[in-house]
């Protein structure tokens, strides 16, 4: 059970100081507000956005400074976020803090290795962050995912365009770190969807590595232009500038099936569509494929995403008014670095979808150049994580 609740701060600001001082001081004063003892809080989230990146070791300097027993954790994106707020391409800080049993928790870098088997914590869940640019990052996290006992990790990847880095306790590049929790510490974890399909799902019954040969049997070129409504005689620079807008929803055979109609389900992969060879009437995906699975060509779609967000928002709130989960503590929400602002129609829309349905509670977060839940690697979705009490 919790000691106190969450607390949270955001700030921006045009130095890292300023923004660091005004954050820590709103900390300070939730902290007292519940009238708990500032070492009570064991863990802590700093998402900083990439015009801070440079000054990484000197923010986690003095986070560890003015806010000591603290573990820090986080990464650099493009944006950062709060509860009904999104910093995006500013300089910006939000920081969370959490009343953990430090036995509840460990962390792990390149420089603190995972519990083994024969230790004496066991993992249940992961908090992973990351980069992109990490040789075989898909294979490290089914490696992570086997070494909790339910599999579910929750995260994502930086975003930073100067610096990409993740923080645990240190400064990182490369490879991933995070936290890992044991089965004390409750949490209730859905992926979002940002993209609608606007064809069926078809088969994929011949693939080469990251080339899609037929769908149903039949060339993939044929079956994207027939989705797409596009006329086969366009030039070749047309039917390029026709198909650059569409990506192709990704999922294992029958493993994933929508729930509703016209959406994907949790654990389709949404990929770029990279290329085309005419001659063969082949496409190219931005991952391999497997003959075998589904695939469902798509287009990123603002109301369809708003919609999705909003319900799985609600499937946590009844979770919570059911009085299983026992009751919110704080949230985590990592989102797309493409949805954010515009892509709901205006600046904070798709926090305040999350902040009408959950209440103003202490959330934090960063919008990610991939996003991480289960043991897969998401793309052009949010992943909402809230901590709970128990039972």
């Known amino acids: 059970m919790l000691r106190a609740s969450f607390v949270h701060a955001h700030a921006a600001a045009p130095d890292w100081q300023d923004a660091l001082a005004d954050c820590v001081g709103q900390l300070r004063t939730r902290i007292a507000a519940q009238h708990a003892a500032a070492d009570a809080f064991t863990l802590g989230w700093c998402y900083l956005s990439d015009y801070f990146a440079p000054a990484a070791e000197a923010i986690l300097e003095a986070l560890q400074q003015q806010l000591p027993g603290i573990a820090w954790v986080g990464t650099a994106g493009v944006g950062v976020l709060a509860s009904g707020v999104e910093y995006i391409d500013e300089p910006a800080l939000v920081l969370m803090a959490a009343p953990l049993p430090a036995e509840s928790f460990r962390l792990f870098s390149g420089r603190q290795p995972l519990a083994t088997v024969s230790s004496d914590f066991v993992a249940h869940t992961a908090l992973v962050h990351g980069e992109g640019s990490t040789p075989d990052i898909q294979d490290l996290l089914h490696e992570l995912s086997g070494r909790t006992t339910t599999g579910y990790l929750f995260g994502g990847l930086s975003s930073a365009r100067n610096r990409s880095l993740h923080l645990a306790d240190g400064v990182f590049t490369g490879g991933l770190s995070g936290v890992l929790f044991d089965s004390s510490v409750h949490l209730i974890s859905r992926v979002t969807q940002g993209c609608q399909p606007i064809g069926p799902q078809r088969a994929v019954t011949g693939s080469e590595g990251n080339y899609v040969i037929t769908l149903d049997g039949r060339p993939a070129l044929d079956c994207v232009l027939q989705d797409l409504g596009i006329d086969d005689e366009l030039l070749a620079e047309e039917l390029?500038?026709?198909?650059?807008?569409t990506l192709v929803g990704i999922s294992s055979g029958n493993e994933d099936v929508p729930l509703h109609a016209g959406k994907f389900g949790a654990d389709t992969l949404v990929r770029h569509l990279v290329g085309v060879d005419l001659?063969?009437?082949?496409l190219a995906v931005g991952d391999e494929v497997e003959a075998g699975s589904q695939l469902a060509f798509c287009k990123r779609h603002p109301e369809a995403a708003r919609r999705d967000l909003q319900r799985i928002a609600t499937e946590i709130r009844d979770e919570l008014e059911n009085g299983a989960s026992g009751e919110l503590a704080g949230a985590l929400y990592v989102s797309c670095?493409?949805?954010?602002?515009?892509?709901?129609?205006?600046?904070h829309a798709e926090l305040r979808v999350v902040?009408?349905?959950?209440?103003?509670?202490p959330l934090v977060g960063f919008f990610a150049g991939g996003e991480i839940a289960r043991d897969h690697l998401y793309g052009y979705t949010g992943v909402l994580t809230v901590f709970t009490t128990g039972t």
């Open 240 to 245: 390029a500038d026709a198909l650059s807008a």
């Open 337 to 347: 670095s493409g949805r954010g602002g515009p892509h709901f129609g205006a600046r």
């Open 279 to 282: 001659e063969n009437r082949v």
């Open 355 to 361: 902040r009408d349905v959950l209440g103003d509670v």
